[in-house]
């Protein structure tokens, strides 16, 4: 395990691999005077254009190294929130509670109900509830990296407030609580059994249900976020949602498996995306979302496919085939899957993969 001192020596070099990039231009609101703020976030949003009853919230939550703005125009939600009518939010992390602007995901006291980040995102929530009449029985989360793991978190801390999550690039709930833990489970070592990660969920929060629905997005060549992390993401939630897999199907040139509760309601999607090193699929030619750091051109929209399943757009209609069934578990003793267990070295690629090391 490494020390504190070499993994801040390392993020130090990764920050200073990416300070040419120039912050984007934003449009988006600051939310002010939101709560408590035990978090000490700071929150930007966008509502509709024009007047629309109850509009639907999508909460967005950025990657390390990123501002609000940054992934906003990256991901085009902010655009498609336009168009289509539902209000976005985009939560951001300070300097100040973190270096690198990562959502500090591996701090207890950030991902535990009514406390830190967690309780502060879910404060700027009911503000717009309240002050901008946003329809409460549908509001989603979607992150990106250290964005996707908080983005579990809430699903875990609060899922009477989430209709549906989407986790790109990121990682189970509570499998870490300090930094170097948070980079062993990066590289997919000693994640917990299904039984463990589904136990995590059920002791965050006292709800029973219903669950909201899961999108798990991962790349098959991210070596930053090894992708046994998004297969145990799905395995923490399986039970939970009492969901059964179905056939896999190939979705603009990539795979997703779907799984089925008792009533036929898809509830949870895991997207894999051929040759996706670390980063937030994007299809530019959908006009929403642009490259940039971390967002990558794939030709698959993150952004458009996950609005589509959660019903926040209506003229889009995926182009889909069938594809061979793969289903991953992870062993109830522990051991993780054997795509994890067969990576060399994993650590010093991803460190390499992102200018930590030469």
């Known amino acids: 395990m490494r020390s504190i001192s070499d993994t801040i020596r390392r993020?130090?070099?990764y920050q200073a691999s990416l300070v040419s990039s120039k912050p984007m231009a934003t449009t988006l609101e600051k939310l002010e005077s939101f709560g408590s703020n035990p978090g000490e976030l700071q929150g930007w949003y966008q509502m509709p254009q024009k007047a629309h009853a109850a509009p639907a919230l999508v909460v967005g939550l950025?990657?390390?190294?990123?501002?609000?703005?940054?992934?906003?125009?990256?991901?085009?939600?902010?655009?498609?929130?336009?168009?289509?009518?539902?209000?976005?939010?985009?939560?951001?992390?300070?300097?100040?509670?973190?270096?690198?602007?990562?959502f500090n995901w591996f701090n207890p006291e950030d991902v535990t109900r009514d406390s830190g980040e967690v309780l502060s995102i879910r404060q700027m929530i009911a503000s717009l509830i309240t002050n901008h009449e946003v329809d409460a029985a549908r509001v989603y989360v979607v992150g990106l990296s250290a964005g996707g793991a908080?983005?579990?978190?809430?699903?875990?801390t609060y899922p009477e407030v989430f209709a549906g999550g989407a986790i790109i690039s990121g990682l189970p709930y509570g499998v870490a609580s300090t930094v170097p833990e948070a980079f062993d489970r990066m590289r997919g070592h000693e994640l917990p059994s299904a039984?463990?990660?589904?136990?995590?969920?059920?002791?965050?929060?006292?709800?029973?249900?219903?669950w909201p629905t899961l999108s798990v997005w991962h790349g098959t060549s991210d070596d930053t976020v090894v992708d046994a992390n998004s297969f145990a993401i799905v395995e923490q939630w399986r039970n939970i949602l009492e969901a059964e897999a179905t056939?896999?199907?190939?979705?603009?040139g990539h795979r997703r498996q779907s799984w089925l509760d008792a009533s036929g309601r898809r509830v949870i999607d895991h997207y894999h995306i051929i040759g996706m090193g670390h980063g937030f699929p994007t299809?530019?030619?959908?006009?929403?979302?642009?490259?940039a750091p971390l967002m990558l051109e794939m030709g698959i929209s993150a952004t458009v496919h996950t609005a589509w399943s959660w019903g926040l757009m209506t003229s889009f209609t995926p182009q889909t085939t069938v594809a061979k069934a793969e289903v991953v578990v992870i062993p109830q003793d522990g051991r993780t899957p054997p795509r994890a267990c067969a990576i060399?070295?994993?650590?010093?690629?991803?460190?390499?993969?992102?200018?930590l090391i030469a």
């Open 11 to 13: 993020l130090r070099r």
């Open 62 to 102: 950025h990657a390390c190294l990123q501002t609000a703005a940054d992934y906003d125009r990256g991901s085009g939600w902010s655009e498609l929130a336009c168009r289509y009518g539902f209000a976005v939010l985009f939560p951001e992390q300070c300097s100040s509670n973190n270096a690198t602007l990562c």
């Open 150 to 156: 908080m983005a579990n978190a809430l699903l875990a």
């Open 195 to 210: 039984l463990a990660l589904e136990g995590s969920i059920r002791t965050a929060s006292s709800h029973q249900g219903p």
């Open 247 to 252: 056939t896999a199907t190939e979705v603009e």
């Open 283 to 291: 299809e530019t030619k959908s006009g929403y979302g642009q490259r």
């Open 344 to 355: 060399v070295n994993i650590f010093k690629r991803a460190l390499r993969a992102v200018g």
